[in-house]
């Protein structure tokens, strides 16, 4: 008879005895939540950085991300560390080394992929000297896709790992990761309440807002990320697209400010994305949002009420890359379409816009903080957050 996988516990045997001794069964459950407090926020790390995805793990440990504000240590011999986390390509001969030094590690131990090269050999996975994934060496627990991964991507990482420990400790089953390159490794997404519920907004009350700011923004993010939107095999070359007329049209751009980027209505913010893809501008290079509060009217300038603007810019990659860039806007409290279902990259990029600024994207699997605590208020990149807002206990 098969074991349904879903049904499997983790049972340790200390605890099993403790819990048959009268009168235990109180004071271990207090006691196992101090020690899966103390556990998950003192994952120290064995880094094995052989290529370039090393220099983000560094970046990672810098003071712009900080993984030890998680209790994580960087450690350089593997008998005092807990997670080792694979950065870069391993080799035929580094492949036994990397094995012994996982093997040096005390129980529980955990392994992180960072990067392609790690996850599945990426260049060089038919290169001779190259192991095609270092899940084929040690057991992968979390996996961090990337060509490099950046360091809120090893954050996030670490993230899904402690969420990982806790139900270890709970006694529950946990399934092993998808591969990213594996068939069908995107079509995991959250559903639509669980978003909701992520965000704290009320479905009916967050539909008539997106009818508000208009309905047709909602239209193109309305189904979460099943899959990643893939180009037709005519796509056009980079080099044959003019954007000015383009945006004229087919998306209504009247203005072309020689200071910023255009203006694009925001419910044919994706549909853009995705003529974008087609047109070969196959990299997303970055989301930057801005605050503005609202201006009352000054002379012949009209007032202004208060918004958030979202300036994308994709980049062809090969001989000849070009760059293009367009703008979004909503209200201070609207919501934008995400681009999750067209570029897997914007998932981080979302993530830290809606951390740091408050810009909520519709239709993203897991909208939640990735560089501040998840109990931190207000959003400290708008232009109306206080510089010397108290945090306590820290200041």
């Not at 005092?80 to 694979?86: C, F, G, I, R, T």
């Not at 580094?94 to 392994?111: H, N, S, T």
């Not at 639509?192 to 700011?213: F, I, N, V, W, Y």
Request: aromatic fraction near 8%.
């Amino acid at each position: 008879m098969a074991v349904k996988e879903d049904d499997r516990t983790y049972e340790h045997p200390l605890y099993d005895m403790m819990m048959k001794v009268p009168g235990l069964d109180v004071a271990t459950t207090s006691v196992d939540r101090l020690l899966t407090w103390g556990l998950t926020n003192s994952l120290w790390i064995f880094p094995m950085a052989t290529s370039c995805c090393g220099i983000e793990f560094m970046a990672a440990a810098a003071s712009r991300v900080d993984l030890d504000r998680m209790g994580t240590i960087i450690r350089g011999t593997p008998r005092q560390s807990d997670v080792m986390v694979v950065a870069g390509t391993i080799t035929v001969k580094m492949a036994p080394r990397v094995k012994r030094l996982w093997d040096q590690m005390p129980e529980p131990k955990w392994c992180v992929a960072m990067g392609s090269c790690a996850i599945s050999g990426d260049f060089y996975r038919h290169l001779y000297p190259t192991v095609p994934g270092i899940d084929t060496v040690v057991p992968v627990d979390v996996y961090v896709p990337g060509c490099p991964p950046s360091p809120e991507g090893l954050m996030h990482g670490m993230m899904r790992l402690q969420e990982k420990v806790r139900a270890m400790r709970e006694g529950k089953f946990v399934a092993r990761e998808v591969r990213p390159d594996s068939p069908g490794a995107w079509d995991q997404a959250r559903s639509e309440e669980q978003l909701a519920k992520t965000l704290g907004l009320d479905m009916e009350t967050t539909d008539a807002r997106a009818s508000a700011d208009g309905g047709e923004a909602y239209d193109a993010a309305e189904a979460l990320v099943g899959r990643v939107y893939e180009v037709s095999a005519d796509a056009r070359s980079p080099a044959d697209l003019e954007l000015e007329p383009l945006l004229r049209d087919k998306f209504g751009v009247t203005e072309f400010p020689k200071e910023a980027a255009p203006l694009v209505d925001a419910s044919r913010h994706v549909e853009l994305a995705r003529t974008l893809l087609e047109a070969g501008f196959k990299q997303l290079v970055t989301i930057a949002a801005v605050h503005w509060q609202a201006q009352p009217a000054k002379g012949s300038k009209p007032a202004e009420d208060e918004r958030v603007e979202g300036t994308y810019i994709l980049r062809s990659v090969g001989k000849g890359s070009k760059m293009v860039s367009w703008r979004v806007r909503a209200s201070a409290e609207g919501i934008v379409p995400s681009l999750c279902s067209v570029f897997v990259g914007a998932d981080w990029h979302e993530r830290e816009q809606f951390d740091m600024i408050g810009v909520r994207f519709a239709g993203h699997p897991d909208l939640r903080r990735i560089l501040l605590p998840q109990s931190w208020e207000g959003f400290p990149l708008r232009r109306d957050y206080p510089s010397d807002k108290a945090c306590p206990p820290w200041r």
